[in-house]
């Protein structure tokens, strides 16, 4: 957030804002050539919806506002002076021109984290009914940031979106009781009703024919199918290569294979499926 200073908004823009986050003064004159390169470069890495910090403008051309500069001992412009629960921080104080490089390690503890900025996409698709852009968003950011639970959960509920069931439940089981709140309750009932859905009769019955004729091929690829489709596709993607193993040509098999992949996306047992069919390739 950037907003300029007067002696009407001091109070709340400054003082007041600097008790809930960091506000970062920018002393300056326009008319200064060092501000002048200065001053959007400042911005920009500040930007406008920036969460973590405001950028306050102060003009030092408004004789009312050059008072705070001289109780901050400040002897040059620019200058940014970092202000948090209404005090200034005398180690965060620069005065005079600064070049990018110093300006991008001052601003950088004000960032948005990567995982964050993740976080919050992941969760806006999830919302948009874009599971599969969610869920690679927020792959990513548990892989920055593998101990936050709450990314994890988000991420338990993209791969519930997308139907991955068993993905769903080894990342549930991995989840310790600290961080078996509300939202982990909520996906816990969501698995358990998706895998009542899943266990149909016709695939009962599928699984109790393949056990009479394991040999039948044609009769495990179709099961495997099934197995996609109901979310558990690492069963699915098992099956077919107990089929693959023994005829790399037979029917479907292969191309149903590299298919279920294909859908699994960011899934962590995905290079493992891969390197077991290349090897039978290669």
């Known amino acids: 957030m950037i907003v300029d200073i007067h002696p009407q908004n001091f109070q709340i823009e400054l003082l007041d804002a600097s008790m809930q986050k960091p506000v970062v003064i920018y002393f300056y004159a326009p008319q200064m050539p060092e501000c002048q390169g200065m001053t959007p470069l400042i911005e920009q890495l500040v930007g406008e919806n920036n969460p973590q910090v405001t950028l306050a403008k102060v003009d030092m051309n408004d004789p009312q506002l050059q008072p705070l500069a001289g109780q901050l001992g400040l002897r040059a412009l620019p200058a940014l002076v970092l202000f948090h629960q209404g005090q200034p921080d005398e ?31 992941g969760q806006q698709a999830l919302a948009e009914g874009q599971a599969d852009e969610g869920y690679v968003d927020l792959a990513k950011a548990h892989q920055l940031v593998g101990d936050r639970h709450d990314i994890h959960l988000w991420l338990i509920q993209a791969a519930l979106d997308l139907n991955r069931l068993d993905e769903a439940e080894q990342r549930l089981a991995q989840l310790p009781m600290v ?6 309750q909520t996906l816990c009932s969501r698995l358990a009703l998706a895998q009542q859905a899943a266990d149909s009769p016709e695939l009962r019955a599928l699984e109790a024919r393949y056990q009479q004729t394991p040999d039948d091929f044609a009769l495990a690829q179709e099961l495997a199918v099934l197995y996609s489709q109901a979310g558990r596709q690492e069963e699915a993607l098992t099956l077919l290569l107990t089929i693959l193993q023994r005829d790399l040509g037979f029917g479907e ?18 290079a ?4 077991k069919l290349y090897s039978l390739l290669y």
Do not use: C, N, W
């Open 91 to 121: 180690q965060a104080i620069l005065e005079g021109p600064q070049d990018e490089e110093t300006l991008r390690t001052y601003f950088a503890a004000f960032s948005p984290k990567e995982e964050e900025e993740l976080l919050k996409r």
């Open 179 to 184: 961080a078996q709140d509300d939202h982990y």
């Open 253 to 270: 098999a292969r191309k149903t294979y590299l298919d279920i992949l294909a859908t699994m996306g960011a899934h962590p047992a995905v």
């Open 272 to 275: 493992g499926f891969r390197r």
